[in-house]
């Protein structure tokens, strides 16, 4: 399949940084933090949010099932994945 904006679906993960810190079990934000990891996306460089995001899921907010299934209905949608009937029934409130 050809790259365009058909093509893919671009996601938000709209998370603030204070959970993406408390969330990194890999110390990346406290390397950043000190000094010795640069051009970290948050913490010395600028982090730009989607002007049209077709899906934006609230990590914080959310269990992550609940931000799976946004995706995997936006992917349905468009033709990306088809949906079991579980999948359906969950997403309907079956």
Excluded: I
Excluded at 72 to 87: H, S
Aim: aromatic share 6%; hydrophobic share 50%; charged share 25%.
């Amino acid at each position: 399949a050809a790259a365009g904006p058909d093509a893919f679906l671009l996601v938000h993960v709209d998370t603030p940084l204070a959970v993406c810190e408390a969330r990194d079990v890999k110390g990346m934000y406290a390397l950043a933090r000190a000094g010795r990891l640069k051009g970290f996306t948050g913490v010395d460089d600028p982090y730009e949010v989607p002007q049209a995001p077709d899906v934006v899921v609230h990590a914080a907010e959310e269990p992550p099932d609940a931000c799976a299934r946004s995706v995997l209905a936006a992917l349905a949608e468009r033709g990306f994945v088809e949906l079991g009937p579980e999948a359906a029934e969950a997403r309907a409130g079956v």
